[in-house]
T-cell receptor, first 110, second 113 residues
Framework: GIQVEQSPPDLILQEGANSTLRCNFSDSVNNLQWFHQNPWGQLINLFYIPSGTKQNGRLSATTVATERYSLLYISSSQTTDSGVYFCAAHTNTGRRALTFGSGTRLQVQP | ETGVTQSPTHLIKTRGQQVTLRCSSQSGHNTVSWYQQALGQGPQFIFQYYREEENGRGNFPPRFSGLQFPNYSSELNVNALELDDSALYLC????????????FGPGTRLTVL
């Protein structure tokens, strides 16, 4: 099945800094999603982005499907951005489900 | 529009017992997928239901079973609980399959003692 790798595994930032999270995947995808998992465990949808670029406030994402990677940009980080960020991918050749990476744990310090 | 809901929020069981977790899909969504998330890991796919039929399964034993009802809500049943079943159980709903955007519920945290 598809392999999804995220980097870095951990990231510590000062408030106001920018960051880039990376997601590499091993096969062509028809779904690529970014999530933020809050401290209570809920996965919050950030982007549905199998290809192209999207922006939502301080967050933006780019997926380059031909090169099999996606990037999540966080600008002017805030303490509320802390948590675990997951990317997840789906491919028609695999299981009928999202395959998740192992996540990037982000800590934003005041 | 109501989002994905799950019940109960937390559950404590002992080894060998059986448990049923419930999920109500988002309005208009006909597909429900269940995931298990162990501490410090990403969610792992258990199975998916589409129009009341199991539509795919991950690497979980048969003691993990499910149902989907005509209103597209779903249940996850786990028999003969083991200590390693302690995890956060997440359900996700979508219109059609996993190629479409998935929306997750808040999860049920199961502890097996």
């Amino acid at each position: 099945g598809i392999q999804v790798e995220q980097s870095p595994p951990d990231l510590i930032l000062q408030e106001g800094a920018n960051s880039t999270l990376r997601c590499n995947f091993s096969d062509s995808v028809n779904n690529l999603q970014w999530f933020h998992q809050n401290p209570w465990g809920q996965l919050i949808n950030l982007f549905y982005i199998p290809s192209g670029t999207k922006q939502n406030g301080r967050l933006s994402a780019t997926t380059v499907a031909t090169e099999r990677y996606s990037l999540l940009y966080i600008s002017s980080s805030q303490t509320t951005d802390s948590g675990v960020y997951f990317c997840a991918a789906h491919t028609n050749t695999g299981r009928r489900a999202l395959t998740f990476g192992s996540g990037t744990r982000l800590q934003v310090q005041p | 529009e109501t989002g994905v809901t799950q019940s109960p929020t937390h559950l404590i069981k002992t080894r060998g017992q059986q448990v049923t977790l419930r999920c109500s899909s988002q309005s208009g969504h006909n597909t429900v997928s269940w995931y298990q998330q162990a501490l410090g890991q990403g969610p792992q796919f258990i199975f998916q239901y589409y129009r009341e039929e199991e539509n795919g399964r991950g690497n979980f034993p048969p003691r993990f079973s499910g149902l989907q009802f005509p209103n597209y809500s779903s249940e996850l049943n786990v028999n003969a609980l083991e200590l390693d079943d302690s995890a956060l159980y997440l359900c996700a709903s979508s219109i059609g399959g996993s190629n479409n955007e998935q929306f997750f519920g808040p999860g049920t945290r199961l502890t097996v003692l």
